[in-house]
């Protein structure tokens, strides 16, 4: 148990201190410094191993073993160059006392210049190293410019100066904050000279300006005077001219005021004439507008009373004969469709009997053997009663309560008139035998004989064998029907 404990205590102190190495490692970028981390930082865009990682303000995890760190201090440095005898384009060598202020930059390429060229530099080295690019600088610009333009253009100088500088100092991380140029001389005195050319050039051109404005002066005065006595004499001039308008204009005045004066009575009479024709033009329309006005009050009126009675009268015949029409379109289909409904009833039963008609017609010449003569000779035989009964009743209602004969035995010679007579009688009537022939069968036997007609035996026992057939189809018929 005690040695338990003893382990449990070691892995929290463990934990603690990596917890506290770890969290010693996240550092934290001020704002006044550059954070450069260095070490294992794996590869950029391009496939290279990344030299350092440059950081302004912010944090950043650096890890241990693997990687470390450093500042870059952004304090600006003040740099003296007092640069002597630099020979110009005219070969005039001359002193430049200047003050430079430079520091690290903080854009992201020429910060890693730095970090790549002043990382553990103090900054004396730093100052030093900026010193000589200065110098070497500004030598070249003076040489490229003339000792009027660096003397007189001094905001042309400090361009090129600032130009040439800045763009050097990049390349190991710096920028340039400010170029201060105290004064400008040279060995000759050159410059001094051009000062004092351009003092006695401002002396001279002030005394010609005095003189000039003394001149101006003496003139201005004499020009005033002589402009006092012209600007009297106009004054008096134009005083008299004024009086003279002035008469002349209260004439003209006068006149025109009497002229308008005339104008202005003859055009008010001419208006009250005007107005006053005008007045009995308006009365006479107001008289018209309102006759009219009552005339088409009486028109609306009788309009009102009569045609409105009329249009609803029109409307009331019209809306009923509507109603009529309306009612006899619908009786009209209503009839047309009971009768369509009952024809077409009509039409299906017809078609339902004559279906069972066809029906039973094919069963009866099923049963005649397929023997078509044959079935419509079963249906006839059937038929026979009623033809018989038709027979009978065309006589059977013929009334003869007298009948009073005299016979002159004239006839054919061997019968009476008499027996001619009703023999005729009953021969009008068609015989059995006669109807089976149009109907395409023989009579039977025991209806009468075949044999007065010129028939053999053996045609008559054809017959009775067919008649047979007959019967035993038309025993099936039944029996079908049934």
Same mark, same amino acid.
């Given at each position: 148990?005690?040695?338990?404990?003893?382990?449990?205590?070691?892995?929290?102190?463990? #934990? #603690?201190?990596?917890?506290?190495?770890?969290?010693?490692? =996240?550092?934290?970028?001020?704002?006044?410094?550059?954070?450069?981390?260095?070490?294992?930082?794996?590869?950029?865009?391009?496939?290279?191993?990344?030299?350092?990682?440059?950081?302004?303000?912010?944090?950043?995890?650096?890890?241990?073993?693997?990687?470390? =760190?450093?500042?870059?201090?952004?304090?600006?440095?003040?740099?003296?160059?007092?640069?002597?005898?630099?020979?110009?384009?005219?070969?005039?060598?001359?002193?430049?006392?200047?003050?430079?202020?430079?520091?690290?930059?903080?854009?992201?390429?020429?910060?890693?210049?730095?970090?790549?060229?002043?990382?553990?530099?103090?900054?004396?080295?730093?100052?030093?190293?900026?010193?000589?690019?200065?110098?070497?600088?500004?030598?070249?610009?003076?040489?490229?410019?003339?000792?009027?333009?660096?003397?007189?253009?001094?905001?042309?100088?400090?361009?090129?100066?600032?130009?040439?500088?800045?763009?050097?100092?990049?390349?190991?991380?710096?920028?340039?904050?400010?170029?201060?140029?105290?004064?400008?001389?040279?060995?000759?005195?050159?410059?001094?000279?051009?000062?004092?050319?351009?003092?006695?050039?401002?002396?001279?051109?002030?005394?010609?300006?005095?003189?000039?404005?003394?001149?101006?002066?003496?003139?201005?005065?004499?020009?005033?005077?002589?402009?006092?006595?012209?600007?009297?004499?106009?004054?008096?001039?134009?005083?008299?001219?004024?009086?003279?308008?002035?008469?002349?204009?209260?004439?003209?005045?006068?006149?025109?005021?009497?002229?308008?004066?005339?104008?202005?009575?003859?055009?008010?009479?001419?208006?009250?004439?005007?107005?006053?024709?005008?007045?009995?033009?308006?009365?006479?329309?107001?008289?018209?507008?309102?006759?009219?006005?009552?005339?088409? =009050?009486?028109?609306?009126?009788?309009?009102?009373?009569?045609?409105?009675?009329?249009?609803?009268?029109?409307?009331?015949?019209?809306?009923?004969?509507?109603?009529?029409? /309306?009612?006899?379109?619908?009786?009209?289909?209503?009839?047309?469709?009971?009768?369509?409904?009952?024809?077409?009833?009509?039409?299906?039963?017809?078609?339902?009997? *004559?279906?069972?008609?066809?029906?039973?017609?094919?069963?009866?010449?099923?049963?005649?053997?397929?023997?078509?003569?044959?079935?419509?000779?079963?249906?006839?035989?059937?038929?026979?009663?009623?033809?018989?009964?038709?027979?009978?009743?065309?006589?059977?209602?013929?009334?003869?309560?007298?009948?009073?004969?005299?016979?002159?035995?004239?006839?054919?010679?061997?019968?009476?008139?008499?027996?001619?007579? *009703?023999?005729?009688?009953?021969?009008?009537?068609?015989?059995?035998? /006669?109807?089976?022939?149009?109907?395409?069968?023989?009579?039977?036997?025991?209806?009468?004989?075949?044999?007065?007609?010129? /028939?053999?035996?053996?045609?008559?026992?054809?017959?009775?064998?067919?008649?047979?057939?007959?019967?035993?189809?038309?025993?099936?018929?039944?029996?079908?029907?049934?």
């Amino acid at each position: 148990m005690y040695n338990l404990a003893i382990i449990i205590i070691v892995i929290v102190i463990v #934990f #603690f201190a990596a917890l506290i190495t770890i969290l010693s490692r =996240y550092k934290k970028c001020p704002s006044d410094k550059i954070l450069v981390v260095y070490g294992k930082l794996g590869q950029d865009k391009q496939g290279a191993e990344r030299s350092s990682i440059c950081l302004h303000g912010g944090a950043i995890f650096i890890m241990p073993v693997f990687q470390s =760190y450093q500042f870059l201090d952004l304090t600006p440095l003040s740099i003296s160059v007092d640069l002597k005898s630099a020979l110009s384009r005219q070969n005039i060598r001359v002193d430049v006392p200047s003050r430079f202020t430079v520091g690290i930059s903080t854009e992201p390429g020429i910060m890693q210049n730095a970090a790549e060229r002043l990382l553990g530099l103090p900054l004396n080295e730093v100052q030093e190293l900026a010193k000589d690019i200065i110098f070497g600088q500004l030598r070249l610009v003076i040489a490229t410019m003339d000792i009027e333009e660096i003397n007189m253009d001094r905001d042309k100088f400090l361009e090129a100066v600032s130009g040439n500088v800045e763009t050097e100092l990049k390349k190991i991380g710096l920028r340039l904050i400010n170029v201060n140029v105290t004064d400008i001389s040279d060995e000759s005195g050159y410059i001094q000279a051009l000062g004092k050319e351009a003092a006695a050039k401002a002396i001279n051109d002030a005394k010609r300006m005095v003189a000039l404005q003394e001149k101006e002066g003496s003139i201005g005065e004499a020009d005033a005077k002589r402009d006092q006595r012209i600007s009297v004499s106009m004054a008096d001039s134009d005083a008299i001219k004024g009086e003279n308008d002035a008469k002349m204009n209260i004439a003209k005045s006068n006149a025109d005021r009497r002229e308008k004066e005339a104008e202005a009575l003859k055009r008010a009479t001419a208006a009250e004439n005007v107005q006053k024709a005008l007045a009995d033009q308006e009365s006479f329309n107001a008289q018209r507008d309102a006759e009219i006005t009552r005339a088409g =009050y009486e028109k609306a009126r009788q309009e009102a009373e009569i045609v409105v009675k009329a249009n609803v009268e029109k409307q009331r015949v019209e809306i009923q004969a509507e109603a009529e029409a /309306e009612q006899a379109r619908r009786r009209a289909m209503g009839e047309s469709d009971a009768i369509f409904a009952r024809m077409s009833a009509e039409a299906r039963g017809n078609q339902e009997i *004559l279906t069972k008609q066809a029906e039973g017609f094919a069963k009866i010449v099923e049963a005649a053997g397929g023997d078509v003569k044959a079935a419509i000779q079963l249906m006839i035989a059937e038929k026979i009663d009623e033809l018989v009964k038709i027979q009978v009743e065309a006589i059977k209602n013929l009334k003869i309560d007298k009948v009073t004969v005299w016979d002159s035995m004239g006839g054919d010679g061997k019968s009476p008139a008499t027996a001619n007579f *009703l023999s005729g009688m009953l021969k009008s009537v068609p015989p059995l035998n /006669e109807m089976f022939k149009m109907a395409g069968m023989e009579i039977p036997q025991y209806l009468g004989s075949n044999i007065e007609s010129g /028939e053999s035996v053996e045609t008559n026992e054809a017959n009775q064998a067919n008649q047979e057939k007959i019967a035993a189809a038309v025993s099936d018929v039944k029996s079908v029907k049934k």
